[in-house]
């Protein structure tokens, strides 16, 4: 009864935060113009990443945030464009629906924003467009091969996946008329205009993020790494910080210009070498060590991260202190899986409403 009691205080403390937190309520509420066959339900079925689930999502209603926001053209190379990179495959794809509909529920103009999805299974673009009839997006094959050779094991599979590595690529996969985008993992909700982050000066720098200076930097590499002057000298001179690729604004000319694709391959292939590990944790130590320290910092705001808990155990955690404008579940724990099992955390409750997820045989998910 003790822990129950502790557990039913943290949600109440969390749910007043979010009611009365000025961040969350940084613009007038979004308009639904809701669509007769809302109620319905899109069903995608037979063999998608593998599997030969199927999945069946409610339709997203079309938001009209504002009067002014123009129509969509539909032209990837528009200069008024808010351009954002989200990966889709089946594991992951309820988290990445979810990321999609908080940031067209709020966003003040949702007809602005571009959507860049990347797939191992081109086939997932037909249920994007079946939940979201009025998204404007483009889906980018990613071939696993590309990487596959270049992936060393980690503390959770998820971390090894092929797709995760595709962060790395966006430069090469997406137009080059796209000169700046927004990346976003699938494990999260956006709860503020993204046109805000959109809008950060990166100052010259190719990446911008959140920064952590006070987190332990030097756990991310090997005694190995440390051991080696040449390889330690990597960070002489750069103070570098901790930041979380989940959230990433990207210079994609720079990028381009600097060929910072093929320096993040490299640190994969020493990895990979015979001599042994530098890194853990899977993607994220290649771009600590190409960009740490020369990051554009960014509100902490805008990635809340760690909801997920730890990358062994899982863990519920609380919120940062401070404004939120994004609600990261990075870690092991993610809301879909916690809220399927009956074992959610308290912050899991901040994640559903976003959910558009409804099992295949239902007949009444629609009405809740």
Not at 26 to 52: K, N, T
Not at 220 to 231: E, I
């Amino acid at each position: 009864m003790l822990w129950a009691a502790r557990v039913s205080g943290f949600f109440s403390a969390a749910m007043v935060m979010v009611v009365l937190s000025p961040s969350l309520q940084s613009f007038p509420p979004a308009e639904a113009i809701r669509s007769s066959q809302f109620d319905s339900h899109v069903r995608f079925p037979g063999q998608i990443a593998g599997g030969a689930r199927g999945l069946a999502f409610r339709r997203a209603p079309a938001f009209r945030n504002a009067a002014d926001c123009g129509n969509a053209t539909g032209n990837v190379c528009d200069p008024s464009l808010v351009h954002i990179a989200i990966t889709l495959d089946e594991e992951y794809l309820r988290g990445s629906v979810a990321a999609v509909h908080s940031v067209v529920q709020h966003a003040t103009c949702p007809e602005s924003v571009f959507f860049h999805f990347l797939v191992s299974d081109p086939a997932l673009g037909d249920l994007v467009r079946a939940v979201f009839p009025q998204l404007q997006f483009k889906v980018y094959y990613f071939d696993p091969d590309r990487v596959r050779g270049l992936i060393s094991t980690s503390v959770r599979q998820a971390l090894e996946q092929p797709l995760n590595y595709a962060r790395n690529y966006l430069a090469d996969l997406l137009e080059p008329c796209v000169r700046r985008v927004i990346y976003l993992d699938s494990d999260l909700v956006v709860v503020d205009d993204v046109a805000k982050l959109w809008r950060t000066d990166l100052g010259g720098r190719t990446v911008g993020a959140p920064e952590y200076c006070h987190a332990n930097f030097t756990k991310y590499f090997t005694d190995r790494f440390w051991s080696d002057k040449q390889f330690a000298g990597t960070f002489a001179g750069r103070r570098p910080c901790y930041f979380n690729t989940g959230v990433m604004v990207l210079d994609l000319a720079r990028w381009r210009r600097t060929g910072y694709t093929r320096r993040i391959e490299r640190w994969m292939e020493i990895q990979k070498s015979p001599a042994g590990r530098i890194y853990e944790l899977g993607s994220l130590p290649p771009f600590l060590l190409v960009f740490a320290g020369h990051v554009a910092p960014i509100e902490h705001r805008w990635n809340q991260h760690g909801l997920g808990g730890d990358n062994v155990f899982g863990s519920c955690r609380d919120l940062h202190p401070g404004p939120v404008s994004l609600l990261h579940w990075s870690g092991s724990g993610k809301p879909w899986a916690r809220l399927g099992a009956g074992q959610s955390c308290p912050l899991d409750a901040l994640w559903a409403p976003f959910d558009l997820y409804g099992p295949a045989d239902s007949t009444a998910e629609g009405s809740r």
